[in-house]
C-alpha cells in the first residue's frame, strides 16, 4: 500500500491546487504547494523500495467465470524505477519552473501547468505498475483521456487540436492491440498476467509499445517556439512514454521467435539510426525531443528483443532522466556543464556509470544488427554533448537565490539515476543480474569514441546536409500516415453515401434483392449453413 501514497498525494496536490484556484483565484503560493506535493511524492516512492515486490488487488471482481480477472497493481523493481524516475521529473520540472518567477524574460509560471503535470505523473506511475491486461488497457486509457485534454486545453488553433486527436487515436490503436493480446493469452489459457507473458502475446505487447513509442507527434500539437516559453510542456510530452517503456521491460522476459527477432532488430536499428542522426543534427534539443524518444526508445525495444530486461530497464530510465535534464537546461553557463556532463554519462553505458547495464544489449551471441547499434548511440552522444554545449539561453534569471534553487532541480534528474542503480543493488529482493564485466563493456567505448569522432568531424565542418535530415524528418513525421488516414476515411465515407443513395433511389429494392441473392450464393458455396 505504501507504493500508493506517492500517487494518492500527486492526486491530492493536483486537487487541491485546482479548488483553490476556483475559490481564491488571487492566491499566489501555489508554486509552494506544487513543490511541496512532489517533494512529499519523491520521499515517499524513495521509501517505497523497502515494501516490494508487492501486489495490490483493487477489486474483486466475481463471479469468476464471467471476470477471469480483477484490477491489481504490482510494485516491484520496474515499477519502482520507472515511478521514481516519473516523480523526480516531476519535482524537478516544478523547481526549475518556480524559479521562473523572478524571470526577466519569458513567461511566469502558471498553475494551469503544475495540475497536469502532478495528474499526468500520477497516471504515468499508475501505468508502470499494471499487473494485468485489464488494468492496463484501463491505466492506458485513463492516461490517454487525461492527456488529450490537457493538449486540446493548451491548443492554439486547429491544426494543433488535430494533432492532438491523431495522438490520441495513435494511442487508442495501442490500446486495441493489448485487448487483443489479452483475447490471444485467454484463448491459449495462459494467465492474463503481464509478468509471464507468452510468445503469441508478446509480438502484440511489442507492437502495442512500438506504436506508442515510434509515433510521435513531431509538429503537430507542441510546437517547439511555444515549448520554449513553457518549462513544462517538454515534460508533459516525456512522461507518457514511461507507459510504453515498462511493457517493452515486462516482456523482454519473453524471447520473441527466432524468424521474427532479426527482423524486428532490424527495424530498431533503422529507428535509432534515423533518430540519431536527425538529434545530432537538429538545431535545438526542443525539437529534437521526439526523435529523442523514438531513438533511445528503439534501444529499449531491441534489448526487449534480445530477452535482457535489465538492459531495457536502464535504456528506459535514461531516457526519462538523461532527457529531461537537457529539456530543462534552460539557463546555460559554463559552470553548470558537470550536471550536464552526469546525464550524458547516464546513458554512455560505460564501466560503473548508472547505464552500465545497458551494454548487455550488446551481450553475445552478438548479430549484426545489435552491433551497429553502437552507431545510433554514439550519435545520441555527441548530440547530447552539442545541445548541453551550445550556448544560449531559454530564460534568464534576476534574482541571486535563483542561482542556487535551479541547479538543485537539475541535480534531481542524475541523483535520482544513481539512486536507482543503488538501492536496486542494495535493497533487491531477488537475486540481481551481475554488473558487466569489464571486458563485455567494449561497446560503451566504442560508442563514445565514435561521438569523438563525431565531434571532432563536426569541428572541422563535417556535417550532414540540412536537406537530408528536413528529409528524414518529413519521413519520420506522422504527418502522411495520417492524411493517408484519412483520405481512406473520406473514401469509404464516400462509397458508403454512394451505397446509400442507391438503395435509397428507385430501383433500391432491385439492388436489395440483388446483393442479397449473390449473399446467399457466397455462403451456399463456402458450405455455410450445410
Request: aromatic residues 10%; positive net charge; contains cysteine.
Amino acid at each position: 500500500m505504501l507504493s500508493l501514497l506517492p500517487i494518492i498525494i500527486l492526486l491530492l496536490a493536483a486537487l487541491i491546487m485546482l479548488g483553490i484556484r476556483v475559490l481564491r483565484p488571487g492566491f499566489r503560493q501555489l508554486w509552494l504547494l506544487a513543490m511541496s506535493g512532489a517533494f512529499l511524492a519523491w520521499i515517499l516512492a524513495l521509501i517505497a523500495k523497502i515494501q516490494i515486490p508487492s501486489s495490490i488487488t483493487l477489486v474483486n471482481w466475481s463471479p469468476e467465470e464471467l471476470f477471469p480477472v480483477s484490477p491489481a497493481l504490482i510494485a516491484d523493481n520496474v515499477s519502482w524505477s520507472f515511478s521514481f524516475s516519473l516523480v523526480s521529473l516531476a519535482l524537478a520540472a516544478i523547481i526549475i519552473d518556480a524559479t521562473r518567477i523572478s524571470g526577466t524574460k519569458g513567461s511566469s509560471p502558471n498553475w494551469w501547468n503544475w495540475t497536469p503535470l502532478l495528474t499526468l505523473t500520477a497516471l504515468g506511475m499508475l501505468t508502470t505498475m499494471s499487473n494485468n491486461f485489464l488494468t492496463l488497457v484501463f491505466t492506458w486509457a485513463a492516461l490517454d483521456t487525461f492527456e488529450l485534454i490537457v493538449w486540446l486545453s493548451k491548443s492554439r488553433d486547429r491544426d494543433e487540436s488535430r494533432g492532438a486527436i491523431n495522438n490520441f487515436a495513435v494511442h487508442l490503436a495501442s490500446i486495441m492491440l493489448v485487448v487483443l493480446a489479452g483475447i490471444t493469452t485467454r484463448s491459449s489459457g495462459s494467465p492474463l498476467d503481464l509478468t509471464q507473458v507468452s510468445v503469441q502475446a508478446s509480438l502484440l505487447l511489442l507492437a502495442a509499445a512500438g506504436l506508442r513509442l515510434g509515433i510521435q507527434p513531431v509538429s503537430t500539437y507542441l510546437n517547439p517556439n511555444q515549448a520554449r516559453d513553457n518549462v513544462i510542456d517538454p515534460i508533459l510530452r516525456l512522461i507518457p512514454s514511461a507507459a510504453g517503456l515498462a511493457l517493452l521491460v515486462r516482456t523482454a522476459n519473453t524471447v520473441p521467435p527466432a524468424d521474427i527477432a532479426p527482423f524486428l532488430l532490424l527495424f530498431a536499428l533503422i529507428v535509432a539510426t534515423i533518430s540519431g542522426l536527425i538529434w545530432n543534427n537538429i538545431r535545438y534539443e526542443l525539437e529534437g525531443e521526439p526523435f529523442w524518444i523514438m531513438g533511445m526508445s528503439a534501444f529499449v525495444f531491441a534489448s526487449a528483443l534480445r530477452g535482457q530486461p535489465g538492459a531495457s530497464l536502464t535504456w528506459g530510465i535514461a531516457l526519462l532522466l538523461s532527457g529531461g535534464l537537457i529539456l530543462l537546461f534552460i539557463a546555460r553557463r559554463r559552470w553548470l556543464l558537470p550536471l550536464l556532463m552526469l546525464g550524458l554519462f547516464g546513458f554512455s553505458t560505460l564501466p560503473f556509470s548508472p547505464a552500465w547495464g545497458g551494454v548487455l544489449l550488446y551481450q553475445k551471441p552478438l548479430n549484426i544488427p545489435a552491433l551497429l547499434l553502437i552507431i545510433p548511440q554514439g550519435l545520441f552522444l555527441a548530440g547530447y554533448y552539442r545541445h548541453a554545449t551550445r550556448r544560449e539561453d531559454r530564460f534568464e534569471f534576476g534574482e541571486r537565490w535563483v542561482w542556487f534553487v535551479y541547479p538543485l532541480g537539475l541535480a534531481v534528474l542524475p541523483a535520482a539515476q544513481f539512486i536507482i542503480v543503488l538501492l536496486g543493488q542494495v535493497l533487491s529482493t531477488s537475486p540481481a543480474s551481475p554488473p558487466p564485466t569489464l571486458s563485455e563493456s567494449w561497446p560503451g567505448l566504442a560508442a563514445c569514441a565514435f561521438a569523438l569522432l563525431i565531434l571532432l568531424l563536426r569541428g572541422r565542418g563535417v556535417s550532414v546536409s540540412p536537406g537530408v535530415i528536413s528529409t528524414l524528418r518529413a519521413i519520420f513525421s506522422p504527418e502522411w500516415i495520417y492524411r493517408s488516414l484519412r483520405y481512406v476515411h473520406h473514401s469509404l465515407g464516400r462509397l458508403f453515401t454512394f451505397f446509400s443513395t442507391t438503395l435509397e433511389g428507385r430501383g433500391g429494392i432491385l439492388w436489395s434483392i440483388l446483393l442479397l441473392t449473390l449473399l446467399i450464393s457466397i455462403l451456399v458455396q463456402s458450405g455455410i449453413g450445410r
